[in-house]
């Protein structure tokens, strides 16, 4: 079989200068899942708009179905079979998921009027065809995300897509929601359709794909069988260079300990106890993580550390200075940093340069300001500095932040919060959503403060994560810390499993080993 | 029982309310129509002036209440059109160019007014013709509803029409379908090739289009002639009317029931020796009071969704 698509040597320059690609040739075979990964920037975003065309490309052809195409917008690319799941979702909260699925190409009877008969039809007829099931007369602001995800997909299938593009599909689904997708794509594959899935997880890459390109600053590197790639090779390729994916070192001074937590207790306004009674501590030098299904008060317990939120009882201590009740500008002046869960909720201003992002937790101190006025030229140089140490890529501390990708976004957040010599850090989801790359130059920035006497509290889904840089282990379930590691090798994801998910706990059980 | 109560239980009362709440809910369906596409139009002051001044001259001039209805629809829907242009084609604020087009609607109105029967006041040197108003056989008969509903103006019959024709509109056609998903996200709109701005265009013309119903039952029904600024306020309560509703038919039409109501009771109770000044202020300080609840009910909600969304 020949390939379905075709890209030779595409090379896209936007209008700011920037090549996104420089010369991409890739073989997309029918029928097969061929993923496409790389890092936040590669330009991998940018190449599927060009296949679906939203952007058009400066140089190179694009062979479909064996016949050379310059699709003008993407409604030429759905009428020739191509379909997109955008990373945001594309539907109509207030209409039906019948309506979205419709919406644009909608059946009509004495000439004005919907034909709700024929929706009805059509989209029980697509549900049954393709083996999804979604409540069709449900509003689709009701709905979970995996099920609007599977709305979108059935949305393409209707218009009679063979090729559809996912770009980055599983960012904003649980890991059940992820299996649950993995399987519709396999379905679809069987009914004969093509899928080009991009993504920088590199276990779902293993998981789902059966071929597998590479793309790096705008180039593609490899296209290979995902089963002659391992983990490790595919990130190595991704980032040019050699990962660590080996846990840290433990540490070698620990010091005093740094936050105390007492007693704490959380109830919240419709009386559901989040945070139950928990004590423990952080100790300077050390980094100590919190594992467990998100839900089960670890946001809550995290805005309480850092003034967002008021606990119902108990305290917490931060160099034996009571916290508890003071505003997240008395803890920052404190000396603890904060790197939040939603980056673009809590972590920047997202239209606001990145040098007024930088400043936002210190202007009113000299030297940023000189009395009433900021001193902007020192500002500038200030992130300056900044974006050369933590390795942002933008032309200027001007640029707005909006203007970045994911991972130098969380880049600027975590420029700001360790760059105020912070003696304790809150970080709570901090590699989320970021690549490989990225995620290591995190990794290294916690271990190093850690190295240096910082006491590191980091909160994360991502138990790979915890293993990799934790020094000790709590693991939070309903409300509760119901065991406590010290992190050696023979730790394992088996191993925190059944006490993440509430089976074993370590404060019931008599004996426990630990 | 105490006069003033029996005569707000009276028939008339609720004659009375649906003759207020006329020139009201045409605009309200207006403003709801074009807030469903998402950019709403609050320039349905404006549109009325300009329909009930059309109106009235072209029918002074023609002697034709088909020619004044012709002219005074095109004037609000052209109205709608200009809005539209200034707003999607020349991307100006919404609000903005809303506003302009409600201060040029009330000046255009006087100086013709002046040029034309050279009075900067009222057109009343000039003879307007009326919509009739007819009693519905049969129904006229019946004791306590046919005093309430019969003996209306042809455009208050109308008024129900034009809100099951909105509701046809938003609910049973592509049309209708296209502007609530543009509304709600233009994004997925446009990626399934919906044209944003043309649907949008075409809200603002329906807005335009019942919003002129709205200005000539001002000046050819409920008086008959024009007088300078005449709606009063009315295009901006049938903002506060159709966002009560959350800009659908239903409650569109109880937001401008409400209203209506409260314009009745005031004028009901009129009698009682209360100062006219308080009196006429009962409607508007309704709309702030209303409002008020609106929206810390909305807010409330919102928290309570968040709280949701944290679980």
């Known amino acids: 079989m020949g390939p379905i698509l075709s890209l030779k040597n595409i090379v896209k320059i936007y209008p700011n200068g920037v090549v996104a690609n420089k010369g991409i040739n890739i073989d997309i075979e029918e029928n097969t899942i061929h993923a496409i990964v790389g890092e936040n920037g ?111 997909i059935l949305k393409v299938l209707i218009r009679n897509a063979k090729l559809i593009i996912l770009d980055e599909p599983t960012a904003v689904l649980t890991p059940q929601e992820t299996e649950v997708l993995f399987k519709s794509l396999r379905d679809l594959q069987k009914r004969g359709k093509t899928i080009i899935f991009i993504s920088h997880k590199l276990k779902e890459v293993k998981q789902i794909a059966d071929r597998v390109t590479i793309i790096r600053d705008g180039k593609d590197i490899v296209t290979e069988n995902a089963k002659n790639l391992n983990e490790h090779q595919i990130a190595e390729l991704m980032v040019g260079r050699e990962i660590n994916f080996q846990r840290i070192p433990l540490p070698v001074n620990i010091g005093a300990p740094f936050l105390k937590v007492q007693n704490l207790t959380y109830i919240n306004e419709e009386n559901i106890t989040k945070i139950n009674n928990i004590s423990f501590e952080v100790r300077k030098g050390e980094i100590v993580g919190i594992a467990g299904v998100e839900g089960n008060g670890q946001t809550e317990l995290v805005e309480i550390l850092t003034g967002l939120r008021q606990a119902t009882s108990g305290h917490a201590y931060v160099n034996n200075e009571d916290i508890t009740h003071l505003t997240p500008r008395q803890i920052r002046e404190k000396m603890v940093a904060h790197i939040p869960e939603d980056r673009m909720q809590n972590g920047v201003a997202e239209h606001a340069s990145i040098q007024e992002n930088i400043i936002v937790d210190r202007y009113y101190k000299h030297p940023f300001s000189k009395g009433i006025i900021l001193d902007w030229k020192y500002i500038e140089n200030y992130t300056a500095d900044l974006i050369k140490d933590f390795n942002i890529l933008a032309q200027s501390g001007k640029t707005p932040v909006s203007a970045l990708s994911g991972g130098n976004i969380q880049k600027v957040v975590v420029a700001r919060e360790l760059s105020f010599k912070p003696e304790l850090i809150i970080a709570d989801q901090p590699t989320r959503g970021i690549d490989v790359g990225s995620e290591e130059m995190v990794h290294d920035l916690l271990k190093d403060a850690r190295d240096k006497g910082i006491a590191v509290f980091l909160i994360s889904a991502d138990l790979d994560e915890v293993l990799k840089i934790s020094s000790r282990i709590l693991v939070m379930y309903d409300g509760e810390i119901v065991a406590e590691f010290k992190n050696t090798e023979d730790i394992t994801q088996e191993k925190l499993g059944p006490y993440m998910l509430g089976v074993k706990n370590q404060n019931k059980a008599s004996v426990e080993e630990s | 029982m105490n006069p003033i109560i029996k005569s707000i239980l009276a028939p008339k009362f609720i004659f009375a309310t649906l003759r207020v709440m006329t020139p009201i809910l045409y605009p309200a369906i207006g403003v709801a129509v074009s807030a469903l596409a998402g950019s709403v139009n609050i320039a349905l002051e404006g549109i009325m002036l300009v329909s009930a001044f059309t109106g009235v001259i072209i029918s002074a001039y023609t002697g034709s209440l088909w020619f004044a209805l012709i002219a005074g629809v095109l004037a609000g829907v052209g109205m709608g059109a200009v809005l539209g242009y200034f707003h999607l084609n020349l991307k100006a604020d919404i609000i903005i160019a809303a506003i302009a087009l409600n201060m040029f609607a009330s000046g255009i109105t006087i100086f013709l007014l002046y040029i034309l029967t050279h009075d900067k006041g009222t057109s009343s040197s000039i003879k307007s013709l ?145 100062p006219s000044e308080f009196m006429q202020s009962i409607p508007y300080l309704t709309t702030v009071i209303v409002l008020a609840i609106y929206s810390i009910n909305k807010s409330n909600k919102e928290k309570a969704a968040l709280k949701e969304g944290a679980k």
Not at chain 2, 147 to 158: A, D, E, F, R, V
């Open chain 1, 42 to 152: 590669a330009g991998k975003s940018t190449l599927m708009k060009i296949i679906f065309g939203e952007e058009t490309a400066e140089d190179g052809e694009i062979f479909y179905q064996g016949e050379q195409v310059h699709f003008r917008n993407s409604l030429e690319a759905i009428d020739r079979g191509i379909g997109m799941i955008h990373q945001h979702l594309m539907l109509a909260p207030e209409l039906t998921v019948a309506e979205n699925m419709i919406l644009g190409t909608e059946p009509i009877k004495f000439g004005i009027f919907l034909h709700s008969k024929k929706i009805l039809e059509m989209t029980e007829k697509a549900c049954k065809e393709f083996g999804f099931e979604v409540p069709l007369n449900k509003r689709v602001k009701d709905l979970p995300v995996g099920t609007r995800q599977r709305i979108e």
């Open chain 2, 130 to 274: 009326v919509f009739p108003s007819y009693q519905i056989p049969l129904l006229k008969d019946i004791p306590v509803l046919g005093p309430m509903l019969s003996g209306h103006n042809i455009l208050t019959y109308l008024l129900f029409v034009a809100i099951i024709a909105f509701y046809y509109i938003i609910y049973k056609t592509p049309l209708g379908l296209r502007i609530r998903a543009v509304g709600q996200n233009p994004e997925a709109a446009a990626s399934v090739g919906i044209d944003v701005k043309k649907i949008r265009m075409y809200s603002l013309l329906l807005s335009g289009f019942f919003g002129s119903f709205g200005g000539l039952y001002l000046s050819m029904g409920y008086v008959s002639w024009f007088s300078r600024d005449m709606t009063a306020g009315r295009g901006f309560i049938a903002i506060a009317a159709a966002s009560l509703g959350g800009n659908l038919p239903l409650g569109t039409f109880l937001g401008a029931a409400l209203f209506g109501l409260v314009n009745a009771f005031s004028n009901f109770i009129a009698p009682l020796k209360i």
